[in-house]
């Protein structure tokens, strides 16, 4: 029985192990968004990617496309800077994915990240 409980911790153990090394590792640090086109009006957008992954359910909760396998696609690489009708600009699916979690966060009365131009926007 012993050897049976034994095995069966280190299977357990094992796949626990597996499961931490495949899940993807992010970059560390702070990141800075900028528009595809180059072409700013306000100042890009500096966050940190180890704090809003710790606050996400899973990778695909921004990355929505993403396979899992490679490192995601930027942003601006489906979502083009030009309207063309079809799918969100950059702009608009960057202002809806962020600053709308940030407000059902807020509205849910969690600690969340700003929700004003300025705050996001720094100069």
Do not use: Q, R
């Not at 012993?2 to 796949?15: G, P």
């Not at 490192?71 to 800077?81: G, I, N, Q, V, Y």
Request: aromatic share 4%; glycine share 8%.
């Amino acid at each position: 029985m012993k050897k049976i409980i034994a095995l069966v911790v280190v299977v357990a153990f094992l796949a626990v192990g597996a499961v931490a090394f495949a899940t993807p590792v992010g970059p560390k640090g702070d990141l800075k968004i900028t528009k595809a086109d180059g072409k700013h009006k306000k100042p890009a957008v500096v966050y940190n990617h180890e704090k809003h992954s710790a606050a996400t359910p899973d990778c695909k909760t921004c990355h929505h496309t993403w396979d899992g396998k490679d490192a995601p696609k930027k942003c601006s690489e489906c979502h083009t800077a030009k309207k063309d009708g079809k799918k969100l600009s950059s702009k608009d699916a960057l202002h809806k994915n962020c600053k709308g979690c940030h407000k059902t966060m807020k509205k849910a009365g969690k600690k969340t990240g700003p929700t004003s131009c300025k705050k996001c926007h720094k100069k």
